[in-house]
C-alpha cells in the first residue's frame, strides 16, 4: 500500500527556475481566478514529459505520454515512452498496467489513499480546494507563472513527500508544470505540453476494468 501511495505521488510535478520570484501580491485575486477556472473546466487533454531523479543513481530518468482529466476526479496518464505504461484513477478507483500486467484497488477504502487522491487532483488540474488543512500553502509569481509551493505538516503525508509546487500559466490559470520532492535530493518533474481544454469526447480512456 505505502509503495502504491509513493508511486500516486510520484506522479507528479516538473519545475522552473524561480529566483527571479518574488512573492505573491494579491493571493486572493489569485485564488478567485483559480476558482472561477475551475468552474469552467470540464476536461483537459495534453502531451507530458516526465523527469524523474533519484540520488542513488545520479542520472534523470525521462518518459513521455498523454494526460487526460475528466471533471470530476477522472485522471489518466498514458506512458508512451520508454515503456508503454497506465495509470487511470476514476472516482474512488485505481487502475494499473504494466508489462501487460493489470492491477485494480478501491482508494475510498484507505484514508491516506484517498488523501492522495485528492492531492493528485488538486495538483494535476489546480484545484486547491481539494487540499485540506494538512497543507501549508505559499505563493509567488513572476511575469508569467504563478508558483504554489506546497508542505505537509501531517507527519503521515511527510512520510511520503517532502514539498511540492506548482507552476500555473497566468494566460489561462493551467498548470503548467509540477514537481513533487520526495526528499531534499530526490524528486519527480512533470512539465504539460500542446494543452487542450473542454474538448475531450472520448471518456473510455477512464475505464476502470
Known amino acids: 500500500m505505502k509503495r502504491i501511495a509513493i508511486h500516486l505521488l510520484c506522479l507528479l510535478f516538473a519545475t522552473i527556475g524561480h529566483a527571479q520570484m518574488r512573492p505573491m501580491s494579491n493571493t486572493d485575486q489569485f485564488n478567485n481566478r483559480l476558482a ?16 524523474k531523479y533519484l540520488d542513488v543513481f545520479d542520472e534523470k530518468v525521462t518518459s513521455r505520454g498523454r494526460f487526460y ?11 508512451s515512452r520508454p515503456l508503454n505504461y497506465l495509470i487511470v484513477i476514476n472516482n474512488a478507483r485505481l487502475k494499473i498496467v504494466s508489462d501487460g500486467k493489470k492491477s485494480i484497488m478501491n482508494l475510498s477504502s484507505n484514508k491516506m489513499m484517498n488523501q492522495m487522491q485528492d492531492m493528485l487532483t488538486a495538483c494535476m488540474v489546480g484545484d486547491l480546494s481539494k487540499l485540506s488543512s494538512n497543507y501549508q500553502l505559499s505563493y509567488f509569481e513572476d511575469s508569467k507563472y504563478y508558483l504554489v509551493r506546497i508542505k505537509p505538516t501531517n507527519k503521515a503525508i511527510q512520510a511520503y513527500i517532502a514539498e511540492m509546487e506548482i507552476h500555473l500559466d497566468k494566460t489561462d490559470m493551467s498548470v503548467c508544470r509540477l514537481r513533487l520532492s520526495e526528499t531534499a535530493t530526490n524528486y519527480t518533474e512533470y512539465e504539460f505540453l500542446n494543452k487542450k481544454f473542454n474538448s475531450l469526447t472520448d471518456e473510455n480512456v477512464f475505464s476502470v476494468r
Do not use: G
Request: contains cysteine; hydrophobic residues 30%.
Open 36 to 51: 472561477a477556472e475551475a468552474q469552467t473546466l470540464q476536461s483537459i487533454e495534453s502531451d507530458f514529459i516526465q523527469q
Open 69 to 79: 482529466y475528466k471533471k470530476e476526479n477522472k485522471i489518466c496518464l498514458q506512458y
